[in-house]
């Protein structure tokens, strides 16, 4: 099931409370490896530690990282934990949180008086990129707002993780996270996607909602073999509770892959085919050559029976670069990959108008005329 090393930590890179990156020594060869202190306690240079390595074995994306998995010699520990909501259950690293949800929570009263989104924008992505191009396409519409970011469990299960969702939050561009299902170490923890929504709203008084996994999508090359399938039901989802739904669609024309290549077979799959609720997608005005093949897909796929808006979106590339964040995807950057970053910033720019006044004054993107 996985492969397990002993490695010695000689350097340490970045420490903080939930999050500790550094150099280990495994027989000789140093290679870079990550801790989650809320999971195994905090390591020390120096420390003996037990290292996960199967995703490096394997040479998949996890940015050539081992995982420490314990630490030699370590005496227990004695933790009290906030909550009674059990994360990574039945695993021996399973969690104790204060869900908000559970009796016993300031928030639980307010959890139980929910009644409805209100009509609160709620963007929903597959890929944990898309959340800063659709984040910084709201803020630069619509400044001041709050935007909560809901981490679901289909990809990395620690906030901390995420380098990304870091340095937005430490630029007020975030107002606060939310993790659900077995992700963990959100502001809030939630049981479910649907409560995680119902937080966002009633508990951190989201203005937009910006939903989407941690790093490291699982595929498989297959029709629904993927973990971004999720987008379908999180959709369903926020209509259901009187949100409003915003896909930001997989978009790219430099993924050369065939079944990525324009409206990615995921997309095609989750709205054309899975997402029965109308929802709503922002698309910039893209040259003809790339409207006449998407438009092409989003007819053949059956996408096109959602609400297509076209939308004026700022310049992706000057928004991440005035706030030094280097995103990219597959490995490829905005300048490598310019519209799967415009797509998701359309979603933002989408949910700016929806709170501005509604969106019956934007033009139905051209490509579906």
Known sequence: MFSSKLGTVVRMIRALPTYQEMTVEIDGVEAKAIAYPPLT????????????TTAVDLNLGTGGFHFVQGIEGRLERVYTPP???????YTPWQ??????????????ERIKGFTSLAGTPVVVGTLHSMIAPAVLAFHAVLPGRRVVYLMTDGAALPLSFSNLVRQLKDQGLLAQTITS???F????????????????KAVAAADLIIVAMGPGIVGTGTKYGFSGIEQAYILEAVAKLGGYPIAIPRISFADQRPRHWGLSHHTQTVLGELTATPVALGLPRWDEEKRRILTRQFRESGVSKHRLYEVEIPAVES??????LEVKTMGRSVREDPAFFEAAAGAGVLAAHHLHGGVARLPAWLGTE
């Not at 306690?41 to 996960?52: E, F, I, K, Q, S």
């Not at 170490?185 to 966002?200: C, I, K, M, R, T």
């Open 41 to 52: 306690g905090a390591v020390r240079v120096g420390d003996r530690v037990w290292l996960n």
């Open 185 to 200: 170490g959100g502001d809030l923890e939630a049981v479910n996607v649907y409560s995680g929504l119902v937080a966002a």
């Open 95 to 108: 969690v104790a949180v204060a869900a908000v949800e559970e009796e016993g929570s300031v928030m639980h």
């Open 319 to 324: 928004l991440l670069s005035a706030r030094h």
């Open 83 to 89: 909550g009674h909501i059990m994360k990574l259950r």
């Open 181 to 183: 299902g077995h992700a």
